[in-house]
């Protein structure tokens, strides 16, 4: 596999190393997924997250099947239904294993190295994207600024759609990282994105790696920030994009569309085309949205005064809670989708037009 920055990668041995995410910022720990039923309990327990890996993951659960079964029988099936299920809201998960699938069909022999070609594709292909959104979306930074008086720009992000989510650059990241690499002044407003905090745990580290200047603010900051002229864009990632372009994606990503909305600041999504689901029209209506464990409402994960990771309960222990895992953003509150094929307006006719080729037939 290529690229710089990968939180997946190949062992000699043929198995997936993984950086356990559930673990950042605190501790960089790496696990081995050996089995398929290790990829699905990984993507379940979002030991690895973010829709771009979720989909690469899916890939190499589908290799590591085949590895197990050696050919395409009812017990291999039942192995890619469990991943295919792992995790209902990101395509990119259906998407990846559904291409995996047809190569595998579409041969009769070597089905081990194959689907082991396969994945690698599947994952360089989608470091490749990531690289070229990376372009697109610094060209609109670079516009921004150009109207402004001040030289640096402030862009506010929700969840992590960095590298950890997206090979190699990220979504909503890539344009960020690439405005730093052209010399951009940026700073970035790090929604903390409760109830899992994957904005103050994940993007905050990758940010700071880099040496990005950036804040992490709580979740209902981003209203206040918009109406007083400190934030003059936002981009987030996606989990699944409707035909029409609505964008599923974290829960809380809707609220910061309106309130940018509100106050006339642009609004701008990034994922690549294996992000699209072309058989959905109304996002709001059709888009499964995955309901989570009521646990990570109730309970925060931390570092202790020991240096130790707990997790502690900050509500009544028997209050019910309620965790939806993405919301949907109707396609009227956004500016435009940052693609690998350029920046579209999220309007049915200009998606279809712009990837015609991948449409359901
Ligand atoms: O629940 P997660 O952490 O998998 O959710 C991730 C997001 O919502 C990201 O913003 C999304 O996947 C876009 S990055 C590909």
């Not at 603010?217 to 035909?243: C, F």
């Not at 006339?264 to 689901?277: E, G, N, Q, R």
């Not at 309901?291 to 209050?319: A, F, H, Q, W």
Request: hydrophobic content about 40%; proline content about 4%.
């Amino acid at each position: 596999m290529n690229g710089k920055y990968r939180p997946i990668w190949i062992t000699k041995k043929g198995f997936l190393k993984v950086i356990d995410q559930t673990k950042l910022p605190h501790k960089q720990e790496t696990v081995t997924l050996k089995t398929a039923e290790d990829t699905v309990i990984a993507i379940k327990d979002m030991i690895i997250r973010g829709a771009g890996v979720i989909g690469c993951v899916g890939a190499f659960g589908v290799y590591l099947a085949i590895r197990e079964t050696k050919k395409i029988n009812e017990n291999f099936n039942s192995k890619v239904e469990a991943i295919r299920k792992s995790r209902p809201t990101a395509v990119n998960l259906m998407w990846a294993v559904d291409k995996m699938i047809e190569t595998l069909k579409n041969n009769s022999e070597n089905l081990v190295e194959i689907a082991l070609a396969e994945a690698i594709n599947i994952t360089d292909e989608e470091a490749r994207k990531s690289k070229i959104i990376a372009k697109y979306g610094a060209d609109i930074i670079e516009d921004i600024l150009k109207d402004k008086e001040e030289k640096s720009i402030n862009i506010l992000t929700h969840c992590n759609a960095g590298w950890l989510a997206v090979l190699d650059m990220g979504t909503a990241l890539a344009p960020i990282y690439e405005a730093k690499n052209r010399g951009i002044d940026v700073h970035v407003w790090v929604d903390e994105t409760r109830p899992r905090n994957q904005g103050a745990n994940l993007t905050a580290w990758e940010l700071k790696k880099e040496g990005i200047k950036h804040t992490i603010i709580a979740d209902n900051t981003g209203g206040h920030l918009m109406q007083h002229d400190l934030v003059d864009m936002v981009i987030t990632g996606a989990d699944r994009v409707s035909r029409q372009g609505d964008v599923a994606n974290k829960i809380g990503t809707y609220l910061k569309a309106l309130s940018a909305k509100d106050n006339k600041i642009p609004f701008y999504v990034a994922l690549p085309s294996s992000t699209f689901d072309f058989n959905i029209i109304d996002g709001i209506n059709e888009i499964p949205i995955e309901t989570r464990s009521e646990d990570e409402v109730k309970y925060m994960r931390g570092i202790n005064s020991n240096g130790e990771l707990e997790e502690i309960l900050i509500t009544p222990k028997n209050s019910p809670a309620l965790n939806y895992g993405f919301d949907v953003t109707p396609r009227r509150l956004i500016t435009g989708l940052i693609t690998e094929r350029g920046v579209i307006r999220p309007i049915q006719r200009l998606i279809e037009s712009k990837f015609r080729d991948l449409l359901p037939v």
